[in-house]
């Protein structure tokens, strides 16, 4: 699963140029009727669901729109999975988008954007008091435009029975711990930890916050580099997270080669044993038992020296202001996410606060009891500093660990963050 696009930074002002002619209208007024769920004659029209989950478009996403269209006879969904950034960028600038998606973040679409995108959903009866994360879906207007997919933890993931044929009888829970298991997994022939360094976005763990949010224990570290550099000398930064990664890769505790992983062969890696663990996010888990492993096979637990489990948002979506049928896409967006419908069965931790986990490798997390903090969605002002310095992170890492000085990738972007911070201020 893509779970991020990469940054084109012209995107938005594409965007924002062609708002102004947008053929849908804004449907907030429209009710999506509470019926909707167990079905409405009354609704009726063509609506296009586009997801990123590229993996289950065909079949579980494609099922939950039949199940809808079952009891709403006079609709039709076509489900459709991202092609990526350049078909959506293209989409963009055709004012063609779908009545359904997610949002372009590696566009630069913040929350202060969804007023211009979306309509607001407050009328399908998600608030504050029942669904995590409502803040992330609420534009500058405080109205609820967007949802999250479901809610996030990370740490490593990993298959027990290759730590078992490694001698490992427990978890690390110190550095030193760690490091002493990767060792043992490399001695037995298992990669220790997969990081697919070549695909670059499931490296954002440990260059875009989520290792900083754990080892720091804050709401969003992130948010903090509005004032400082980039990759600092904060203890648990950015850089920490980087140097983390390269020390991995310089112990040949990666895939032997960094630049041929494949993403779908890594996953059944891990089911099978040949893999040790993955840093990445509760979405894998299921992913993996769909590869073939036993879901009491498969275990997690935090970064080595975590203050916390910083809860995030995943994907958000919401009902563009492009469709003709804003009655249709807000009814089958109740459809799914009620009772964590859609969720569920996409393998996520829904963010209704009433579900209540029973994943084996969620209880062993949760074993550690870590305080749960819940993240603080990316300021706007840090959003527009990415935006205007045209840094990725993860490609950032990247160069970080190949570099034969590591220090001038860090001084470089350094730079670029404080020119962008500077022309900002201005």
């Known amino acids: 699963m893509k779970r991020k696009l990469a940054m084109i930074t012209t995107a938005i002002t594409t965007m924002a140029l062609l708002a102004g002619c947008s053929s849908g209208a804004d449907s ?209 930064g950015l850089l920490d997270g980087i140097k983390f990664l390269r020390n991995l890769a310089d112990k040949g505790y990666l895939e032997k080669d960094l630049m041929s992983t494949n993403w779908d062969a890594s996953k059944r890696d891990l089911a099978q044993g040949k893999v040790g663990m993955m840093f990445l996010g509760t979405w894998l888990p299921s992913q993996i038992v769909q590869n073939g492993a036993k879901p009491e096979d498969l275990g997690m637990f935090p970064v080595p020296g975590a203050k916390a489990l910083v809860g995030s948002a995943d994907i958000m979506y919401g009902v563009t202001k492009n469709s003709k049928h804003p009655d249709v896409a807000k009814a089958f967006v109740k459809f799914m996410w009620d009772n964590g419908n859609m969720p569920k069965k996409v393998g996520m931790i829904p963010a209704n606060k009433d579900y209540k986990a029973d994943q084996p490798f969620l209880k062993e997390l949760f074993a550690y009891n870590l305080p749960i903090v819940e993240w603080e969605a990316l300021i706007p002002e840090y959003q527009d500093l990415i935006n205007k310095s045209q840094i990725d992170t993860k490609k950032a890492a990247q160069e970080y660990v190949l570099s034969k000085n590591p220090q001038e990738v860090v001084d470089k972007y350094n730079k670029r963050w404080n020119d962008a911070r500077k022309t900002l201020s201005k």
């Open 28 to 236: 907030s007024s429209t009710k999506a009727s509470p019926a909707a769920s167990s079905g409405n004659s009354a609704l009726s029209g063509e609506i296009t669901f586009l997801t990123h989950r590229t993996d289950l478009a065909d079949t579980t996403l494609t099922d939950i729109a039949k199940e809808f269209m079952a009891k709403n006879p006079g609709v039709k969904i076509n489900v459709e999975a991202s092609k990526g950034d350049d078909v959506l960028k293209t989409q963009i600038a055709a004012n063609e988008l779908p009545d359904i998606m997610f949002v372009p973040g590696g566009l630069g679409m913040t929350r202060k954007d969804y007023p211009t995108y979306f309509v607001p959903i407050d009328e399908l009866g998600y608030t504050k008091d029942n669904f995590w994360y409502y803040d992330n879906g609420t534009g500058p207007d405080k109205k609820l435009y967007t949802l999250s997919i479901g809610v996030n933890y990370q740490g490593f993931i990993y298959n027990k029975n290759a730590f078992k044929s490694a001698g490992i009888d427990k978890t690390p829970t110190t550095m030193d711990e760690f490091l002493a298991a990767a060792e043992k997994l490399k001695a037995k022939g298992i990669t220790p930890v997969d990081s697919n360094f070549k695909d670059s976005w499931p490296l954002g763990n440990y260059s875009d916050g989520a290792y900083s949010n754990d080892i720091t224990g804050s709401k969003n570290y992130q948010n903090t580099l509005i004032t400082k550099d980039l990759f600092n000398s904060d203890p648990g």
